[in-house]
């Protein structure tokens, strides 16, 4: 029998708090991949808002077709940031991105400045990164998204792209250069 | 600026804390995920395609807005006698798109089936190979041909006589 899961803000354990086999498995997979998840989605998207719902759907699709994992194969990582992958694409498809971020839309931006003023130049430094990052490929974002945001290394995101290792990591030397190339301009 | 490098490295989003309970109680709700609505491009597809249609048959089916004049009756191919007609098919006060002349046997003044055709030149120029020595050339001026209007157009016949048309064509005058 599995261990209970425990969450930081509801110390009892989960399955007291009697919640169903699929939110127990939403639980468990928020606590283990949402944070990555949620950057690897906030690198590519505008807003704090539209990353939180696509996050969302990324997990509610998963728990319906939660079936369609074969553990045997290992952990859902990969197959989780597969759904996010097609979330994101179908919501590009469906809107427009904005490559003009205002300061305004990094509420969820995580800081370790002491002071009112380093935050606000840090802001200003990672408004400047996203927007730059926002003129880049599709292709170029993703790789960004999953090394940087998501913090895997080029031979993870290369396994979630379905491409090797040494590919992912070209990729992602390319999207740098073209990055830094944005932000020259 | 720090090197890119560094700062994505550093770049950390935080998902608000309630994300995770409002999803615990979409799944307990037994919500289902937004279905993959198909792009507008593809939802405008058709209509681009019907657009497309139309105005290919606007331009190379659907008949124009064009106008027949029927004119009678003039010696046009020299015999001497004013039996000849000649119908013009022409885009209002544009080009000209058909010409035949024809010789009016039943005196209708107009072409029947009771009528010779004599020449029929459709949109592209021609003259027929073997012109008859002794041929004449017939104008008659000025007549509103192609609807237009205002009576600026000259009939142009080249005939070998008594009844023998090689060629014709309408021209305007500027």
Redesign the interface.
Known sequence: MPPPII?S?HPEPASARN??P??LL??QW??AY??PL??YL??QVAS?DI??DL???V???A??RADSFNPARGDPRAWLFRIAQNALR?HI??TRRRPNISLGSFR???YQAPSPEERLLWEE??A??VGALATLSARDQEI?GLC??SQFTPADAGEILGIRGSSARMRLWRA?RR??EA?SE | ??D??H???Q???????S??P???G???RG????P??P??GRRWRPIGLAAIVTGLLAVFALPRHQVTVDSCCYDLDGGGVPDDGAVVVADRNGRVSRLSVYEDRDTSRTLTEADVVRLVRAGVPMAEHSIHPGFTTIRHCCQDLDGGGPPDDGLLVIATPPDRVHTAAIYELR
């Open positions: 969450d803000r919640e169903t699929a939110q939403c639980r928020y606590q949402g944070r949620y950057n906030r690198f704090p990353a939180e996050a969302a759907e997990f509610l699709r728990v319906r179908d498809r469906q969820d931006l995580a430094e990672v400047r990164l960004i940087y945001g740098l990055l830094r932000l | 600026m720090r890119v490098h700062v994505l490295r770049m950390r989003f935080e998902p608000r804390s994300l995770l409002e999803l615990l979409r799944v307990g919500d289902q995920p937004t993959p609505r792009y507008r």
